[in-house]
């Protein structure tokens, strides 16, 4: 009677099934590499001056660069981008102190953010601080 009551029980193994785990990892490791985007994102570094009155009262005359558009002005007079990396580079801004780095910027609506990005790398990678002027709301 034993071998009856033997044959009509299942044995049962406490393992879990691990058979398809591989193929649910490389299902995975294919997802991700498929949905993830691999960008490297641009960014510059950039000091902004404290905003103390004083310190830009001392200064001379703080070069403005002007953003009209797709216009670029340096000091209201109408350069390219490389001539304002020259311009900038004259400067020699990295000499200075904090001071006498600053270098104005103005954007007008409708400045596409390419020249905006371009003019603030320009005067950050010449050494400058940058003074970003906003309008004020009336």
Known sequence: MRNKDSKGKKKRVGAIPTDSFSDI???LIVYFMVATTLLKVKSITADLPSGE???QAQS?????VNLRGAEIFFNDKP?????LNARLAALELAQKQ???????????RGTPYENYFKALAA???NGGVVAIVEAEEK
């Open 60 to 64: 001379e005359k703080t070069p403005i």
């Open 79 to 83: 350069v390219e981008m490389d001539d």
């Open 98 to 108: 904090n001071a006498q780095r600053v270098i104005m910027l103005e954007s007008a």
């Open 25 to 27: 990892a490389f299902l």
């Open 53 to 55: 009155k004083a310190a």
């Open 123 to 125: 005067i950050s990678s």
